[in-house]
């Protein structure tokens, strides 16, 4: 049987139903919106967000000693493994008295994470470590800490992690704390006068 020597059709369009056919029923036809005309008289208002209260420009006024620590599981995990005293070693970095901060999300990261991380539980069950409670959803601790963060500029964030350092760099006015060196170096703050240079 010999083969169909008719060419294809290119760029053949489909046939479509005009807007206004009377097909179509009320409720489903487009109706085209109608654009404002510009008044140049009237004035243009733009929503602008209020920035904190806590920030001299960049300056955050609201860190001080006693600093406080908001801490991320890998900085617990990565301290453990250097085997650093968290508490000694913050002090250490900041010349100052610090208060290390652990949410439930980190809390529940850290159980999730099973029985090769029970040293770094028990750590952070110390009582010189203070708890956050969390009222959100889920246990995604990178979300609760940049939201925590955003709504207090009060806290030092600890991190290894390089996507949440990333979150934070664009959040004005709080500092990065993190592992280098087998020591503890602070990002973003001027007053730390022990953190290596």
């Known amino acids: 049987m010999p083969k169909d020597k008719r060419s294809k059709k290119f ?3 489909k046939r479509m139903i005009s807007a206004n056919d009377p097909r179509i029923k009320e409720k489903n036809k487009f109706v085209k919106p109608k654009e404002k005309k510009i008044d ?3 004035l243009n208002v733009h929503q602008v967000t209020q920035g904190s209260s806590a920030l ?3 300056y955050n006024t609201q860190l001080g000693p006693p600093y406080h620590i908001l801490m991320d599981t890998n900085f617990i995990n990565f301290s453990v493994k250097n085997k650093m005293d968290i508490v000694q ?3 250490d970095c900041l010349y100052a008295k610090c208060i290390p901060y652990i949410t439930d999300c980190v809390m529940a ?12 539980l028990k750590i952070i069950k110390d009582p010189r470590f203070e708890r956050l409670t969390c009222t959100h959803k889920g246990t995604y601790a990178d979300d609760c800490i940049v939201q925590r963060v955003t709504q207090h500029k009060c806290y030092i964030v600890g991190t290894c992690d390089r996507d949440l350092k990333r979150r934070i ?7 990065l704390m993190f592992l280098s ?4 170096t602070v990002e973003r703050m001027p007053d730390a006068y022990g953190a290596p240079k």
């Open 169 to 175: 760099r664009k959040i004005p006015g709080v500092p």
């Open 40 to 42: 140049p008289q009237e």
């Open 181 to 184: 060196q087998h020591r503890y």
């Open 109 to 120: 990261e850290l159980e999730k994470l099973g029985p090769k991380y029970r040293i770094a």
């Open 89 to 91: 070693s913050l002090m």
């Open 56 to 58: 001299f420009f960049q």
């Open 11 to 13: 760029g053949g369009m």
